[in-house]
C-alpha cells in the first residue's frame, strides 16, 4: 500500500474505511504506459486501485522495461501477431490500436489516421503532429 510513517497497517486499514477510502490489490500481470514518445511496459508489477468517493486511483509499483513509440520493440497482444509484420507494407503494418489512438488525438476520421502513420512510418507522434 503505502507509507503511514510507522503506523500499523491494520489501524491504517481501518482509518481509511472510516474515511470512505477503498483500497483493493489487484493481481495485474502486465501493466502498458503508452505516451506520444514512449512505451512502458511493467511485467512484474504491483497494482493497487483506491477508491475515495467515487474517483478510482491506481497505483503502479514496478521496474518498467522502456521501448521507444512506434518502434519494432512494441508489445504483441494477443490476437495482433498479423498486424505486427511491418514488411507486408499493407494495412497490417499499422497496428489498429495505433490508428484509433492518432484519430482521437488528432480529432481526425481512422482513415486519415491511417494515411498519416503510413506516410510516417508508423511514428505516432510525427502522425498526429502532420494531422493538427
Known sequence: MFGGGGMNPRKMKQMMKQMGIDVTELDAE????????????????????????????????????????????????????????????????????????????AGVSKGDAREALEAEDGDLAAAIARLE
Open 30 to 105: 502486465e501493466v502498458v504506459i503508452r505516451t506520444a514518445d514512449e512505451e512502458l511496459v511493467f511485467s512484474d508489477v504491483q497494482v493497487t486501485r483506491m477508491d475515495a468517493q467515487g474517483q478510482e486511483t491506481y497505483q503502479v509499483v514496478g521496474e518498467p522495461e522502456v521501448h521507444e513509440a512506434g518502434g519494432s520493440a512494441g508489445v504483441v497482444e494477443a490476437g495482433d501477431e498479423d498486424e505486427t509484420d511491418a514488411e507486408t507494407g499493407g494495412d497490417a503494418a499499422i497496428p489498429e490500436d495505433d490508428v484509433e489512438l492518432v484519430a482521437t488525438r
